[in-house]
């Protein structure tokens, strides 16, 4: 079974630049999750969709981040100015049902973000 | 709110020694525990989880740990390590009826030849 894809693996950019993620869960899982890892801390949950609608987008930075997941597939995640303090790894997650407690969450590799 | 707290950001240990990863957790309800591995430059792998029934949970790669509901904690075990479990563990909390993991800010164990 193929994990979770994520592109690019590294993405270096200057400040007040746009830069994109792009993720594919694993086939059949409803539940996708963008996390945020910065160096030292544990992830940090952006925004959480089941199929290609929103259940929880209380910790994104809506003026700068924005997130689709079209047809309920792969998942783009979007920043748009990029500030220094969003220099972070980027973490896609998915997870079979429905996202509850009990749903265990599968993980890409992450997108490492240097914004200079 | 729920909590998570790895209070040792870096744990050194020699290979076949056995080593334990502290985590303690805060909420007001019921839990669900994990605990996740991440090697360096790759996405976080579940190691085990606790959802209900026995307090000691075998996990993947020879480790365990035990959900202890008084002292609120969910130690990671390993009775002898190796190199290939240098990594970063972190340790994660869900409560029921919810979706969303808290996790810690991981420890680092670095196994030494």
Do not use: M
């Amino acid at each position: 079974e193929a994990g979770v894809a994520q592109s690019p693996r590294y993405k270096i950019i200057e400040k007040r630049q746009s830069v994109a993620f792009w993720c594919n869960p694993i086939s059949g899982h409803a539940t996708l999750y963008w996390y945020q890892q910065i160096l030292g801390q544990g992830p940090k949950l952006l925004i959480q969709f089941q199929n290609n609608g929103v259940v929880d987008d209380s910790q994104l930075p809506k003026d700068r981040f924005s997130a689709e997941r079209l047809k309920g597939v792969d998942s783009t995640l979007k920043i748009q100015p990029a500030k220094l303090e969003d220099s972070a790894v980027y973490l896609c997650a998915s997870s079979l049902l429905s996202g509850g407690s009990t749903d265990t969450q599968y993980f890409g590799p992450g997108t490492r973000l240097t914004v200079l | 709110a729920q909590s998570v707290t790895q209070l040792d950001s870096q744990v050194p240990v020699f290979e076949e020694a056995p080593v334990e990863l502290r985590c303690n957790y805060s909420s007001s309800v019921s839990v669900y525990l994990f605990w996740y591995v991440q090697y360096p430059n790759q996405g976080l792998q579940l190691l085990l989880k606790y959802l209900s029934g026995s307090t000691l949970v075998k996990g993947i790669n020879g480790f365990e740990a035990e959900f202890n509901k008084s002292q609120t904690s969910f130690h990671l075990r390993k009775p002898s390590v190796h190199i290939s479990d240098t990594a970063e563990y972190f340790c994660a909390v869900s409560d029921q009826g919810t979706y969303k993991y808290i996790f810690g800010t991981g420890t680092r164990l670095k196994v030494l030849a």
